[in-house]
Structures are given as structure tokens and as C-alpha cells.
């Protein structure tokens, strides 16, 4: 009999180890490109790397450079890949695969983007919204773990988010569903960037917020208002994150201005409860930064709005938790969830 720490027989033959599968995130933007491996379920990239997205170079040099960031991140030849997900910005269909227009990516009209990857690496790719993809991963490992039903909201340059129902990212007949920030919530607003007036994004992004500041100063409102001082009285560097500060350092007239787009949010978040019906409201983005200052008078709009207490009793709003990466996470969140059918 063999004792413990003895040599194997000459005949023994140690089994092979199985690979992990690997899933494989890439967020498209118009500044980078990013791609990140992961194992399924975990949202802790093994692998993440960051390219320029060159995106005046046009539609071939990007989709060359998409197809580069995905075997950076991926195995050599693609070994143990099981799929690949990737966010756009844009409408699109994903169910085709088709991006129809990304505005900051030239050349991309019409494009069947997921034909094109799935031929060039030949492994199943899914291509999703960027919105909705974000959606997606604080549903899976972020804000909305352990609901089936989430809806996400994106306050950043625009206001955009997606809706998690059963369980199931809510897509439409033709994948263009949940387009939170393109409700109108005033029909005498300001032009949206869309081409339609008073959307929610026209008025409570962080583009809105900062715009509206900037004419409000230049027309001689908050004369002693710490936006300027943050500025140096250059007006033109107004942010939503000076906008922000300020607010924090208790300047009236900035908290004003969160008020306010909080006050907007919230209703238009009253209408989404009575639409989808979520179980938690997760906010993220780059004004979602100031907290409180901007969820308070969100929360107490949206109960205000509200028809009846039983939408928002039990449906608290919570941050999101992804980060920066939250995008990059979504797409991989879609790869693993598309290769379990």
C-alpha cells in the first residue's frame, strides 16, 4: 500500500484540468474602447485593457481595433472563449446585431455589427445597448442583486438607463425599449439633443444642469454664488461637478439647481413605477456623485407623484455600484446570460 506523499505508479496519469469558460466585455464609446475577460459569473475582470477609439478614422479602423481589444483580453486563438458581449452607444437591434446609427462613431449606420465580429473571431457575439447593458450588470452584480425586477437610470451628459423585468432585460418588439431619458416630462422644455423638446434628458442631465447654470450666472443670478468663485469667474467651466462642490459647501443657489433636476427625475421615476413596477431604482453617472443632495428631492417627487404608496413603499433607490466599468461588466453580463440558452 502506497503511503500518503509517495510517488504515483508510473501508470498514473493525472487528470486534465477543464479551463474555466471565459466570457469577454467590450464597451464601445466615441473617446475609447474597452475590453476586460471574466469567468462566468464574477464581475472581476482577469484581464481589462483601454485603446483610443479613433472614431474619425471610420467604421473598418474601429471594428479593427474592437477585434484587436478582444484577443488582448482573450486567450491565444481564442481558447475557452464561450462569448463575447459588446455595448454600443445608439439605437440598435439586438436581436440582429444591427447598430442603426451611433452618432460619435462615423460610418456607423446600418451596421451588422454582430455578423461582422462572429465571422472575424468565430464565436458567438451579442450585441446590446450601452444603457441597457449597464442595466444589466448592476442586475446581475451590482445595485440590483437579488431582484428581478430593477429599474436603472444613468444621470450623466444625457440621462439614459434600462429595465431589468422578471428577471429579463425588457427589449421590445425591436430591442428599443426603455429609452428612460426621451420621456417628455414638460412639453414646453427645452430642445433635446434628440430633436424633440422638454425630454427628461433636456432637462435633468449633466449637460442640462450645467447649461442652465451657466445662463442663470451670465444673466446676474447668485451674484456671491461659490460656482463662480470655483471657476474664477470663467463661466464656461461650469460643471455639474463644480455644481457639485459648490453644493456641498452649502451654495444655496447650487442646491437649487440639484433641487430642482432631482424634483424632475423624481417625476418622471413616479411614471416608471406605474409603468414597470420595480422592486429597486438604482442611480448612476457622473451627478449621481453628490448623493443625497440630488436623491432626496428625487425620492420625495417621485412619492409625490406617485398614484398610490404601494409603488414606492417597498422600492428603495440605491446607487449604483459598478462604476466607470459598469458598461464594460453589462456586456459581459450578456455573454454569460445569452450563452445559458
Given at each position: 500500500?502506497?503511503?500518503?506523499?509517495?510517488?504515483?505508479?508510473?501508470c498514473?496519469?493525472?487528470?486534465?484540468?477543464?479551463?474555466?469558460?471565459?466570457?469577454?466585455?467590450?464597451?464601445?464609446?466615441?473617446?475609447?474602447?474597452?475590453?476586460?475577460?471574466?469567468?462566468?459569473?464574477?464581475?472581476?475582470?482577469?484581464?481589462?485593457?483601454?485603446?483610443?477609439?479613433?472614431?474619425?478614422?471610420?467604421?473598418?479602423?474601429?471594428?479593427?481595433?474592437?477585434?484587436?481589444?478582444?484577443?488582448?483580453?482573450?486567450?491565444?486563438?481564442?481558447?475557452?472563449?464561450?462569448?463575447?458581449?459588446?455595448?454600443t452607444?445608439?439605437?440598435?437591434?439586438?436581436?440582429?446585431?444591427?447598430?442603426?446609427?451611433?452618432?460619435?462613431?462615423?460610418?456607423?449606420?446600418?451596421?451588422?455589427?454582430?455578423?461582422?465580429?462572429?465571422?472575424?473571431?468565430?464565436?458567438?457575439?451579442?450585441?446590446?445597448?450601452?444603457?441597457?447593458?449597464?442595466?444589466?450588470?448592476?442586475?446581475k452584480?451590482?445595485?440590483?442583486?437579488?431582484?428581478?425586477?430593477?429599474?436603472?437610470?444613468?444621470?450623466?451628459?444625457?440621462?439614459?438607463?434600462?429595465?431589468?423585468?422578471?428577471?429579463?432585460?425588457?427589449?421590445?418588439?425591436?430591442?428599443?425599449?426603455?429609452?428612460?431619458?426621451?420621456?417628455?416630462?414638460?412639453?414646453?422644455?427645452?430642445?433635446?439633443?434628440?430633436?424633440?423638446?422638454?425630454?427628461?434628458?433636456?432637462?435633468?442631465?449633466?449637460?442640462?444642469?450645467?447649461?442652465?447654470?451657466?445662463?442663470?450666472?451670465?444673466?446676474?443670478?447668485?451674484?456671491?454664488s461659490?460656482?463662480?468663485?470655483?471657476?474664477?469667474?470663467?463661466?464656461?467651466?461650469?460643471?455639474?461637478?463644480?455644481?457639485?462642490?459648490?453644493?456641498?459647501?452649502?451654495?444655496?443657489?447650487?442646491?437649487q439647481?440639484?433641487?430642482?433636476?432631482?424634483?424632475?427625475?423624481?417625476?418622471?421615476?413616479?411614471s416608471?413605477?406605474?409603468?414597470?413596477?420595480?422592486?429597486?431604482?438604482?442611480?448612476?453617472?457622473?451627478?449621481?456623485?453628490?448623493?443625497?443632495?440630488?436623491?432626496?428631492?428625487?425620492?420625495?417627487?417621485?412619492?409625490?407623484?406617485?398614484?398610490?404608496e404601494?409603488?414606492?413603499?417597498?422600492?428603495?433607490?440605491?446607487p449604483?455600484?459598478?462604476?466607470?466599468?459598469?458598461?464594460?461588466?453589462?456586456?459581459?453580463?450578456?455573454?454569460?446570460?445569452?450563452?445559458?440558452?
Amino acid at each position: 500500500m502506497r503511503s500518503f506523499g509517495a510517488s504515483p505508479s508510473p501508470c498514473y496519469t493525472p487528470p486534465m484540468s477543464t479551463p474555466s469558460p471565459i466570457f469577454i466585455g467590450v464597451d464601445v464609446g466615441g473617446t475609447n474602447i474597452r475590453a476586460a475577460s471574466f469567468t462566468r459569473n464574477s464581475h472581476l475582470p482577469q484581464k481589462k485593457v483601454k485603446h483610443p477609439t479613433k472614431a474619425a478614422d471610420g467604421a473598418e479602423a474601429i471594428i479593427k481595433r474592437i477585434e484587436n481589444a478582444i484577443r488582448d483580453v482573450a486567450p491565444p486563438g481564442l481558447d475557452g472563449v464561450v462569448a463575447i458581449g459588446i455595448g454600443t452607444p445608439g439605437p440598435l437591434d439586438p436581436y440582429q446585431g444591427i447598430v442603426f446609427s451611433a452618432p460619435n462613431l462615423k460610418g456607423w449606420e446600418n451596421l451588422p455589427l454582430k455578423k461582422i465580429m462572429e465571422k472575424r473571431l468565430e464565436k458567438p457575439v451579442f450585441i446590446g445597448n450601452d444603457a441597457n447593458l449597464a442595466a444589466l450588470g448592476e442586475w446581475k452584480f451590482g445595485g440590483g442583486r437579488g431582484h428581478d425586477d430593477v429599474l436603472y437610470i444613468t444621470i450623466s451628459t444625457g440621462v439614459g438607463g434600462g429595465v431589468i423585468s422578471q428577471g429579463r432585460m425588457l427589449l421590445g418588439a425591436n430591442g428599443l425599449a426603455a429609452e428612460v431619458g426621451h420621456v417628455t416630462v414638460d412639453p414646453a422644455g427645452p430642445m433635446c439633443g434628440c430633436g424633440q423638446r422638454g425630454h427628461l434628458e433636456a432637462i435633468a442631465s449633466g449637460t442640462a444642469i450645467s447649461r442652465a447654470a451657466r445662463a442663470r450666472l451670465e444673466a446676474g443670478e447668485a451674484p456671491d454664488s461659490k460656482i463662480r468663485d470655483l471657476v474664477q469667474g470663467d463661466l464656461t467651466k461650469v460643471s455639474t461637478t463644480i455644481i457639485g462642490e459648490a453644493a456641498q459647501a452649502d451654495d444655496p443657489f447650487a442646491h437649487q439647481l440639484l433641487t430642482e433636476a432631482g424634483k424632475v427625475v423624481g417625476q418622471a421615476l413616479a411614471s416608471f413605477l406605474h409603468l414597470y413596477n420595480p422592486s429597486v431604482i438604482v442611480v448612476g453617472g457622473g451627478v449621481a456623485f453628490v448623493g443625497e443632495l440630488l436623491f432626496t428631492p428625487m425620492r420625495e417627487a417621485m412619492r409625490q407623484h406617485a398614484m398610490n404608496e404601494v409603488y414606492w413603499r417597498y422600492c428603495p433607490i440605491v446607487p449604483a455600484e459598478l462604476g466607470d466599468d459598469c458598461g464594460l461588466i453589462g456586456a459581459a453580463a450578456l455573454a454569460m446570460e445569452e450563452a445559458k440558452t
